[in-house]
């Protein structure tokens, strides 16, 4: 084998290997987010009526679907467990965790015509929007508490540990689209994990085929509509599950049909 052959192995094996590499952590992204058969499942409703939303399983539905006014709206949703087996202990777990940073994955680079292009985005607007908002706001509220007692846990005053939390949220939270460099950063680990809580939304415009939400792996919640207005009822449902309380005035309102 002479030097030149030599030469143009090395360099095929130099920038092949990169790409390889790249390539498979991008078709490993589909395995993350379509993990098989859970190992466990509980199903609810999130019903919309009168300006109200009601958390309730099917079967308290059932009792209450005839008697319901015009316009009331319901949201089949099922919660699925990869982790522990029950899909609330998952969800409590992955977002009431310490992270060092936390991302939220708007959807595809569609969602971006809401602000520019609405009529052409795929889905509603008016819910994605409302359903990123949401999330967002419930992220960043429990890791900014998380930092705040993190900093009262060093000796800091109220005040002190009230900013230190506001800043470390800022510095610590980024947004970004289900790019194709975002499916390869989620397939070879970088986000969704231990250290980086990433919550990926897949509505209409990414093709969405369940009305679920599930954590495929620890620090990756993926919450998945068929319509951009259940992602926001599934945030809801969330919310409900993790017994996240909003400030007064800033919250939805939500009433579960258990007490």
Same mark, same amino acid.
């Given at each position: 084998?002479?030097?030149?052959?030599?030469?143009?192995?090395?360099?095929?094996?130099?920038?092949?290997?990169?790409?390889?590499?790249?390539?498979?952590?991008?078709?490993?992204?589909?395995?993350?987010?379509?993990?098989?058969?859970?190992?466990?499942?509980?199903?609810?409703?999130?019903?919309?009526?009168?300006?109200?939303?009601?958390?309730?399983?099917?079967? /308290?539905?059932?009792?209450?679907?005839?008697? #319901?006014? $015009? *316009? !009331?709206?319901? &949201?089949?949703?099922?919660?699925?467990?990869? +982790?522990?087996?029950?899909?609330?202990?998952?969800?409590?777990?992955?977002?009431?965790?310490?992270?060092?940073?936390?991302?939220?994955?708007?959807?595809?680079?569609?969602? /971006?015509?809401?602000?520019?292009?609405?009529? #052409?985005? $795929? *889905? !509603?607007?008016? &819910?994605?929007?409302?359903?990123?908002?949401? +999330?967002?706001?419930?992220?960043?509220?429990?890791?900014?508490?998380?930092?705040?007692?993190?900093?009262?846990?060093?000796?800091?005053?109220?005040?002190?540990?009230?900013?230190?939390?506001?800043?470390?949220?800022?510095?610590?939270?980024?947004?970004?689209?289900?790019?194709?460099?975002?499916?390869?950063?989620?397939?070879?680990?970088?986000?969704?994990?231990?250290?980086?809580?990433?919550?990926?939304?897949?509505?209409?415009?990414?093709?969405?085929?369940?009305?679920?939400?599930?954590?495929?792996r620890k620090g990756l919640l993926v919450i998945e509509g068929t319509t951009?207005?259940?992602?926001?009822?599934?945030?809801?449902?969330?919310?409900?599950?993790?017994?996240?309380?909003?400030?007064?005035?800033?919250?939805?309102?939500?009433?579960?049909?258990?007490?």
């Amino acid at each position: 084998m002479n030097k030149k052959t030599v030469a143009l192995i090395i360099v095929l094996l130099v920038v092949l290997a990169p790409v390889s590499y790249v390539l498979y952590s991008y078709s490993k992204f589909s395995n993350v987010i379509n993990p098989g058969n859970p190992k466990g499942e509980s199903h609810y409703v999130v019903l919309y009526s009168g300006g109200q939303f009601y958390i309730m399983n099917p079967a /308290q539905y059932s009792q209450v679907q005839k008697s #319901l006014p $015009p *316009g !009331s709206k319901a &949201f089949n949703i099922t919660l699925k467990s990869y +982790i522990t087996g029950s899909p609330e202990v998952d969800l409590n777990l992955t977002l009431r965790g310490l992270y060092d940073r936390f991302v939220i994955v708007l959807g595809s680079p569609d969602v /971006q015509e809401c602000k520019t292009n609405p009529n #052409l985005y $795929p *889905g !509603s607007c008016q &819910f994605r929007t409302a359903a990123v908002t949401e +999330i967002s706001a419930l992220v960043s509220s429990i890791f900014s508490m998380n930092y705040y007692l993190l900093a009262k846990s060093k000796g800091y005053d109220n005040a002190s540990a009230k900013e230190y939390a506001y800043e470390q949220t800022q510095l610590r939270h980024d947004v970004a689209y289900l790019s194709f460099w975002t499916k390869f950063e989620i397939g070879r680990g970088a986000l969704g994990n231990e250290k980086v809580l990433t919550v990926l939304l897949i509505g209409p415009a990414e093709g969405a085929k369940c009305n679920c939400v599930y954590i495929p792996r620890k620090g990756l919640l993926v919450i998945e509509g068929t319509t951009d207005e259940t992602l926001r009822a599934e945030i809801v449902l969330i919310e409900n599950i993790i017994g996240f309380q909003w400030p007064e005035g800033k919250n939805p309102e939500i009433v579960s049909a258990t007490g």
